[in-house]
C-alpha cells in the first residue's frame, strides 16, 4: 500500500529562517505526491505536487519541494520562514484508485 | 467563493442520534472525495463519487454511514446511530477529471462532536 511518514512531531523556526519539513514515502510504481497545509479550524489548501518531470517543484506561497527518488524523500522548503507559516503541513500520496493517504502531519511553529 | 464548500461547520450531537452533512463541490467538478480527520491525525479516505456514482468505500466506512450525490453535483453523508468514535472532522475534496485529476480541493470541513 502507498504511504508516506513524516517523523517529526513540530518543527521550530526562527522567523527569517530556511523552514524545511520531511516526508519519506513508500509506493509501487511512479510515486503521486503532495503537500497540504492546514490552519486552525480550516480545511487543507493545496500547496504542490510532484507527479513527473523536474524534481524541485515550486507552489503557493514561496514554498517549494524536492523530490528524491533515491531516498524516497519529498521534503517542504521555505527559504525564509515568515510567522504566518505556523500551521500543520500534511504530506501525502495518491494511489492507483485516486486515493490519498496522508502523513500525521507537523505542526510548524515559526518563532518572531 | 468558488471553493468547496461545507454545511454544518459544527455539529453536536447525542450519542444514539443520526446526522447528515452536506458538501458543495467546486462547480464543474465531477469527482468528490470524503475524509475523516481525528485530532493528531491526517485525514483518511472514506469514499469518492465520479458524477452521481460511488467509485470506492473505505472499510472504515461501516454500514451506519452512508453517501450519495444524488444529481452529481452536491453530496450528503449521513452518520446513523452516532457513536462517540464517530467525533471527527469530516472533510469533502472536489476534482476535476482528466484536466486535473491528481489535486483534490478541500472544503472548510465539519467538525462533529458526540457526546
Known amino acids: 500500500a502507498q504511504s508516506v511518514a513524516q517523523p517529526e512531531d513540530q518543527v521550530n523556526v526562527a522567523e527569517g529562517n530556511p523552514l524545511t519539513v520531511k516526508c519519506t514515502y513508500s509506493v509501487s510504481g511512479n510515486p503521486y505526491l503532495f503537500w497540504y497545509v492546514q490552519y486552525p479550524n480550516r480545511g487543507l489548501q493545496f500547496l504542490l505536487k510532484?507527479?513527473?518531470?523536474?524534481?524541485l517543484v515550486k507552489g503557493s506561497y514561496g514554498f517549494e519541494a524536492e523530490f528524491n527518488k533515491s531516498q524516497t524523500s519529498f521534503h517542504l522548503k521555505k527559504p525564509s520562514a515568515l510567522v504566518s507559516d505556523s500551521a500543520l503541513y500534511f504530506c501525502a500520496v495518491r494511489d492507483v484508485r485516486n486515493r490519498l493517504a496522508f502523513g500525521k502531519g507537523n505542526q510548524v511553529v515559526v518563532i518572531p | 467563493d468558488t471553493g468547496v464548500s461545507q454545511d454544518p461547520r459544527h455539529k453536536i450531537t447525542k450519542r444514539g442520534q443520526n446526522v447528515t452533512f452536506r458538501c458543495d463541490p467546486i462547480?464543474?467538478?465531477?469527482?468528490l472525495y470524503w475524509y475523516r480527520q481525528t485530532l493528531g491525525q491526517g485525514p483518511e479516505f472514506l469514499t469518492y463519487f465520479q458524477n452521481e456514482a460511488q467509485l470506492e468505500k473505505s472499510r472504515l466506512l461501516s454500514d451506519r454511514f452512508s453517501a450519495e450525490r444524488p444529481k452529481g453535483s452536491f453530496s450528503t453523508l449521513e452518520i446513523q446511530r452516532t457513536e462517540q468514535g464517530d467525533s471527527a472532522m469530516y472533510l469533502c475534496?472536489?476534482?476535476?477529471?482528466?484536466?486535473?485529476?491528481?489535486?483534490?480541493?478541500f472544503g472548510p470541513g465539519t467538525r462533529l462532536t458526540v457526546l
Open positions: 510532484y507527479i513527473t518531470g523536474d524534481n
Open positions: 475534496a472536489s476534482s476535476l477529471v482528466p484536466e486535473d485529476t491528481d489535486t483534490q480541493y
Open positions: 462547480s464543474e467538478h465531477n469527482r
